[in-house]
């Protein structure tokens, strides 16, 4: 069989570095699910019925970025320092099998009349091709007996220390104003909610932690410059 993908997530995330590595670690992180022109708008209508009761969704999607890169049986958790290797399947790594992913992700809002759904915490690059949906149901996905063993176990790197730059903090409304009406909206105050809890999960290689430097990422049509100096950030400015 071939898989037809239903629609594209569109995120703030225009590149990989820098997007959270799971669902919720940045609650602000927008996304907007649009449903492909391959069926007609009242067949997406007919299947989203009944979603707004719930809060969250899994969502199947390709790492459409992984593919050309391949897939092993072994890869480095970015947990692990970058260091240590881990079967793949005892990970979440984008380099998989048929490169599915699935996130657990939070729904803001059914949107009926466009369609499209919207989502908070992605964990997703902009463009995901997404495969299905399906509802968290918290009597059967939160299993009583889980434990936290394993290469897990052990507590993830604590968050940077974030501070602002006059100068970056000043642009913020700026930014904010200047999103394309096709990627998620932020207010002033969302946005800057967003880049402080992006920069503090200290989006660097791990082997990197602890450091002197100066990164980028880009966010919505902007870039985020970050100067690092251990474990305290500093927002340089947003261009
Ligand atoms: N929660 C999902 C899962 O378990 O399948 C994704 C986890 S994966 C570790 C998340 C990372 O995948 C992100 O931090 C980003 O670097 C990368 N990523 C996100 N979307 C991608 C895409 N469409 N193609 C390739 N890599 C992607």
Same mark, same amino acid.
């Given at each position: 069989m071939e898989i037809e993908t239903i629609g594209t997530l569109r995120t703030? *995330?225009?590149?990989? *570095? !820098?997007?959270?590595? &799971?669902?919720? =670690? #940045?609650? =602000?992180a927008r996304g907007i699910l649009r449903f492909s022109? #391959? &069926?007609?708008a009242a067949v997406w209508r007919d299947a989203m019925?009944? /979603?707004?009761? *719930? @809060?969250h969704l899994w969502v199947t999607f390709v790492f459409h970025a992984a593919v050309t890169e391949g897939w092993k049986g072994l890869v480095r958790p970015?947990? /692990? !320092? !970058?260091k240590e290797k881990m079967g793949v399947w005892a990970t979440r790594s984008p380099?998989?099998?048929?490169?599915l992913g699935l996130s657990l992700l939070e729904l803001e809002a059914v949107d009926f009349d466009e369609p499209a759904l919207r989502f908070r915490g992605v964990d997703l690059l902009d463009g995901t091709p997404v495969v299905d949906l399906r509802p968290y149901h918290p009597d059967h996905d939160?299993?009583? @007996?889980?434990t936290r063993d394993g290469w897990i176990a052990q507590a993830p790197a604590p968050a940077a220390a974030v501070e602002w730059s006059a100068a970056a903090r000043q642009r913020i409304p700026e930014m904010a104003a200047r999103t394309p009406a096709e990627l998620p909206a932020y207010t002033a105050d969302e946005l800057r909610g967003l880049v402080e809890s992006l920069v503090a999960l200290d989006p660097r290689p791990a082997h990197q932690r602890g450091e002197v430097g100066d990164w980028a990422m880009r966010l919505l049509a902007f870039d985020v410059k970050i100067r690092m100096e251990g474990t305290r950030a500093t927002i340089v400015a947003l261009e």
């Open positions: 703030c *995330f225009p590149e990989k *570095f !820098g997007i959270p590595r &799971q669902p919720g =670690l #940045a609650p =602000l022109a #391959a &069926q007609p019925r009944g /979603l707004e009761g *719930f @809060s970015p947990r /692990l !320092g !970058g380099h998989r099998p048929n490169f939160l299993p009583r @007996s889980a």
